[in-house]
C-alpha cells in the first residue's frame, strides 16, 4: 500500500508534468505566433498584445492567489485559537500546502479571466480620446461611457461576485470544520441554535464556537458587500442613459425624475447598512443589522409602484410635453452615433421629363446601366470559368475600371482554389502541391453576348484580356476567402500551377511571405500544427517557408482580434497587374447615449473607420486609417503605434477602386427610415416615417427589401457620371417613390453621402409599383408565364433604380434557366419602366428606343434578334464560349442528366456553326 508521503510525491510530480506541458505547448504557440508576426511585419502589435495580458494578469494572480491564501489561513487561526487547538506540525504542513494549492489554483483561473476579457478595456481605459460631445444628463464626455464606464461596472461586478467567491469558501471551510470538530466526534449537529450575531445557545459547544466564527468572517464580507452595492448604485445612474423605458431610447421623464432619485437614495442606504452592520456588532444585536437591508428591500418595492405610477398618471397623458426634451436627446445623439448628421439634404425636383437629348447627354449613365445581375452572374462564372472542379468563384463584387478610355462598370471574381474538390487530399497534395487559385474573371455590366451571357473582358486559364491595360501579370492567388489551411513553398515538389491541356503547369513560389523552415522551426510548427511531415517529407529542406493564415478574414483577425471586419472581401486589379484584397474594417459599441440601437445586438455607434489592403501573392497586409475623426480608431491607434497608415499613403491604383461598404450604408440606410424627421413632434406621432423600398427577387412572389446598389449615374448640379452606392425609400406601408440616398465613392468626395428628397405633392411611381406594372402588363405577363414551363424558369434580377436628369428610370433584366442544378442562367430580356410605361424589349437600347423614340443613346453596339445589349464576338469568344459548353456537356453527362446534356450539345453545335459562318 503507497504510504501518505509516496502519495503526496506522486501528485506532487503529475501536476508538475502537467504544468510543464502545459507550459511547453503555450510557449511553442508563442514561438510560432512571434514567428508569423515577425514576417508580416506587426511584431509590436503582437507582444503589445501578450505583454498586456501579462501585466494584467501577473498582477492579479498574485493579489488574488495571496488575498485567498492569507484569507484561508486567517480563517484556520481564528479557528484554533476560539478552539484552543495547539497546531500539530506533522498535520500542519498537508493542510498549509492544500490551502496553498488551492488558492493557486483559484487565482490562476480567476487571473486568467481577467487578463483574458480586461486587457483590450484596460488599454482603451487608459488610452481612450475624448469624443468632443458631452451627454446631456451629467455632462460627461461620450468617451467616459465608451471607454472607461464600461471597465469600471466590470470590475465592480467582478467585485461581487469574488465576495461571493469568498462568502462560498467561508461556507465550505466552516462546515468541513463542524463535521471534523474534535468536540463533536463527527456527531450531526443537527439541534436548533437560539443566537444573535456573537452568542449562541446550545447543548453543544463545539459548533457554536464555530459559527460564531464564521459569522464574525460574513459580517466583514457584508460591510464590504454594502459599500459595493453603494458604488454600484452611483454607477447605476449613468447606465440609465441606455434606458428603453420611454419613448425613445436613453433616459425618459421617468427615468430622470424618479428612478434617478431611487439610485441615490439606495447609494445612501447602502452606506448605512454597511455602518449599521458594524454597530450592530458592537452590540450584539442582530435587528439593528437588518435595518438596512430591509430598508433597501422597501425602498425596491415602493419605487417600482412609483415608477409605474408616473409613468401612468403623469407621463402618459401627457406623453409628448413631458418628453420632448429627451426625444431631441435621442434624435441627435442618435443622428451622431450613425454618422446621419452629415449627410446632406438636397431637393430632387422629379419633373419626369427625359427626352432623348437626355438620353444622347446621359451617354455614361447610360452604357454602365447593369443588363447582368449579381447572383446569376455568380453562376454563369462557376459554370463557363470554373475550368475545373477544385475552382470555385467565393464571390462575384462591382468595382470600376477604366476601359477604353472611360470609367466602366464590371463584375469581378477571384478563381480561388477549394481544396474540399480535390481529387486525391492527401497531405502532400493539400500543402505542397495545390497551394494556390488562379487569375480572376471580369466582365462589363452591360454586356453580353449573343446567348445572354456576361461578356468576358478577363477570362480563362492563363488569364486573357480584351481590355487595354488590364492584363493579369501575377495571377496566382495564395491568399484569398477559401485559402484555407497552411501551404509549405519552395520545397523540391513542384507545385501546382494551372491546368494545361493534358498536362498541368508548374511553378515554384516567389514571394516574400512564409516562415524559413530550419531545424528549429520545423520543430516548432510540427508541434503547433501537430504533424510530423515537417520532419518526414523529403520535400521540405532549409529553404522551404511554411505560409500560414493564407485567409485573409483570419489573417486580418490574427493581427487585430480587437477590430471588426467586413466580411464581403472584393479583389482589386493593379495597374501593374497584381491582385489584392480589400477589407472594410469597422468600429461600433453598444454605450453611446441616448443613441438607438440599430439591433438585438445593441450596436448604437458604428463608423467605417479604416481599410485593410491584402497582397494575393505575398500577403502583404497593411492597414489604412479612412475616418481619422473617429474616437475610437484614435484610440486604438494610441494603444497600437504604427498599425494604421494613414490614408494618402494608399497606392493611387488600389484607392482609386475604394468603395462605400454595403453593411455600413445599409445600416445607415435603416436608420434614416426614422431618423430623417428632426421635429420633434412630427418624431413623436410618426407622421413622416419612411421604409426602404421593396421588389420582386428570382422568383419569389413576396416582396423583400432592396439592398444597396453600386450604380453609375450623375447627381444633379454635377457634369460627370460617378460611382455610386445608392437606395430608394418610400412612405411606410405605401410603395410610391419618397426619396433615394447616394454614398459618393470617387476621389475626394469619398463618403460624401446625400439624401435626395421628392416633392411631397407628386406621386412618384417606386420600386414596388413597377414590379407590380410589370406583372400586370399583359403581353409580359404571358411571356413570363410561358418561359416558366417545360422545365424553366424565370430569374428576375434586381430592379434597379437610376435617377436621371431630376427623373427616375427603371430597368430590371430577365433571366431563363432550366430546372437542372448545372444549368446556366441567360439573360433573355430587359424590362425598362418610366412613368406609367412599362416594357420588355431584347436589350436596352431598344427598350430605351420604345420609350423615348429611335435613335437616342450610344450604347454599345446595336442589338441583334439573341436579345442583350450584345457585344461583336470574335473567333477567340466564340472558341472560348465552345470550349465551356463542352466542359457542361461532360458534367451534364458525368451526372446523368440527359435534357442538360443535351442543351449544352445544341448550344456547342451553333457555337460551331457560328465558327462555320467566320471561316466563309
Known sequence: MISNKKRAILFVILGFILVAASSFSKLVDFLADYNWFKEVGYTSVYLKQVFAKLIVGIPFFVVFSTFIFLYLMGIKKSYYSHMNIVADQEHEKPMNRIMLLVSVLLGSG??????????????????????????????????????????????????????????????????????????GEGKKFDRKIEMDIRRFRSIEPTPKKILSLA???????????????????????????????????????????VTLWVYRIQMVLSVISAILIVYAYKKNTLKIALVGPILIMALTIVSSGVETAVQNFIVSPNELAKEKEYIDYNIKYTKKAYALDDIV????????????????????????????????????????????????FNDIDVDRYLIDGSITQVFIGARE?????????????????????????????????????????????PPVSSAQGLDVKRPEVYFGEMANGYVVVNTTEKEFDYPKGDTNAVTEYEGKAGVKLNFLNRLIYSINQGSLKFFVSGGIDSDSKIILNRNIMGRVKKIAPFLEFEQDAYVVLSDEGKLYWIIDGYTYTDKYPYSEPFDKTGLNYMRNSFKVVIDAYDGTTDFYLVDENDPMINTYSKIFKGLFKPMASMPADIKSH????????????????????NNTEVFYNKEDRWQIAREVFENQNEPIQMEPSYITFKLPQEEKAEFLLTIPYTPKQKQNMVSFMVARNDGDKYGQMIIYRLPKNKNIIGPYQ???????????????????????????????????????????????????????????????????????????????????????????????????????????????????????????????????????????????????????
Open 110 to 183: 480567476y487571473s486568467f479571466s481577467i487578463s483574458s476579457k480586461f486587457w483590450i478595456e484596460i488599454l482603451k481605459f487608459v488610452n481612450s480620446t475624448g469624443f468632443g460631445v458631452d451627454d446631456p444628463l451629467f455632462s460627461r464626455d461620450i468617451g467616459f461611457y465608451v471607454f472607461k464606464l464600461p471597465l469600471i461596472n466590470e470590475i465592480f461586478n467582478s467585485l461581487t461576485g469574488f465576495l461571493v467567491f469568498l462568502l462560498i469558501i467561508t461556507a465550505v471551510f466552516y462546515f468541513i470544520m463542524i463535521s471534523m470538530n474534535p468536540g
Open 770 to 920: 413597377v414590379e407590380s406594372k410589370i406583372d400586370n402588363e399583359p403581353e409580359i405577363s404571358t411571356r413570363l408565364t410561358q418561359w416558366g414551363t417545360g422545365g424553366s424558369k424565370v430569374v428576375r434580377g434586381h430592379l434597379l433604380t437610376i435617377p436621371l436628369e431630376n427623373s427616375v428610370l427603371y430597368v430590371e433584366p430577365l433571366y431563363i434557366k432550366s430546372d437542372s442544378a448545372d444549368s446556366i442562367p441567360e439573360v433573355k430580356k430587359i424590362i425598362v419602366a418610366y412613368e406609367d410605361q412599362v416594357v420588355m424589349a431584347d436589350s436596352l437600347q431598344q427598350g430605351l428606343d420604345i420609350i423615348f423614340g429611335e435613335g437616342q443613346a450610344q450604347v454599345p453596339e446595336a442589338p441583334d434578334e439573341t436579345g442583350g445589349d450584345v457585344v461583336s464576338e470574335t473567333t477567340a469568344d466564340i472558341i472560348s464560349e465552345a470550349a465551356g459548353l463542352y466542359e457542361q456537356a461532360q458534367q451534364a453527362l458525368r451526372n446523368a442528366n440527359w435534357s442538360l446534356y443535351g442543351e449544352k450539345m445544341e448550344a456547342l453545335g451553333e457555337a460551331i456553326r457560328k465558327l462555320e459562318e467566320m471561316d466563309q
Open 658 to 677: 475604394v468603395r462605400y461598404p454595403q453593411k455600413y450604408f445599409n445600416i445607415q440606410a435603416q436608420m434614416y427610415q426614422d431618423y430623417h424627421m
Open 215 to 257: 459569522i464574525n468572517q460574513i459580517i466583514v464580507i457584508g460591510i464590504v458587500f454594502f459599500i459595493i452595492v453603494a458604488l454600484r448604485s452611483y454607477l447605476a445612474a449613468f447606465n440609465l442613459l441606455y434606458s428603453p423605458r420611454g419613448v425613445a431610447y436613453g433616459a425618459s421623464y421617468t427615468d430622470v425624475n
Open 345 to 392: 439634404e438636397e431637393d430632387f425636383a422629379a419633373e419626369q421629363k427625359i427626352t432623348a437629348q437626355d438620353i444622347i447627354e446621359n451617354g455614361e449613365t447610360i452604357k454602365n446601366i447593369s443588363i447582368n445581375d449579381i447572383r446569376p452572374t455568380k453562376d454563369i462564372y462557376k459554370q463557363i470559368q470554373g475550368i475545373r472542379t477544385y475552382y470555385k
Open 417 to 461: 482554389l477549394d481544396k474540399e474538390n480535390l481529387q486525391s487530399r492527401t497531405w502532400l497534395n493539400e500543402h505542397l502541391k495545390y497551394t494556390h487559385g488562379y487569375g480572376i474573371v471580369m466582365s462589363p455590366v452591360n454586356e453580353i453576348t449573343s446567348s445572354g451571357q456576361p461578356k468576358l473582358i478577363i477570362k480563362n486559364i
